[in-house]
């Protein structure tokens, strides 16, 4: 295969979601032992879903909103892995091999270092890339803004696409 740098493509994502009483606390599709949970339609995985984002960005493909609207019974509750590998497998479906991935986590409590690996392992199983090629870090705000004063996590996430001709 021929490199051709025109063929690489980038994206960019970005998730944000509110803490609530009562919710499990789901990132990297890890059940992470806290005091609240992230609020959402799906299970509110805000890492998997700012993964999602960059995939679909690199392929121009709209963002997972559009794909799984927050409006449509089918994803209540759905695991947000289940729904990162479909975007993997439309990523693939245009073409694009997935190279890298890249991510961080806003987050001002609880400490998520011990979960990285695990988060890691679930994420690459889900996009059916090896885990080498998945980047997750977490880091607090000093408790500034909304993440640092625990009302919600943000995660950005980058991947790095090929277009093979
Ligand atoms: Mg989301």
Known sequence: MEFKMQNMRIGQGYDVHA?????????GGVDIPHTKGL????DADVLA????????GGI???????????TDPAYAGADSLVLLAAVANKVREEGYVILDVDSVIAAQAPKLSPHRE??????AKAMGIPVENIGVKATTTEHLGFEGREEGISATAVALLYKED
Request: glycine share 14%; net charge positive.
């Open 49 to 56: 879903h700012a993964i999602a984002d960059a995939l679909l």
């Open 19 to 27: 803490f609530a009483e009562g919710r499990k606390l789901i990132l």
């Open 39 to 42: 609020l959402g339609h799906s």
């Open 118 to 123: 695990a988060m890691r392992q679930n994420l």
């Open 60 to 70: 121009r493909g709209g963002d997972i909103g559009k794909l799984f609207p927050d």
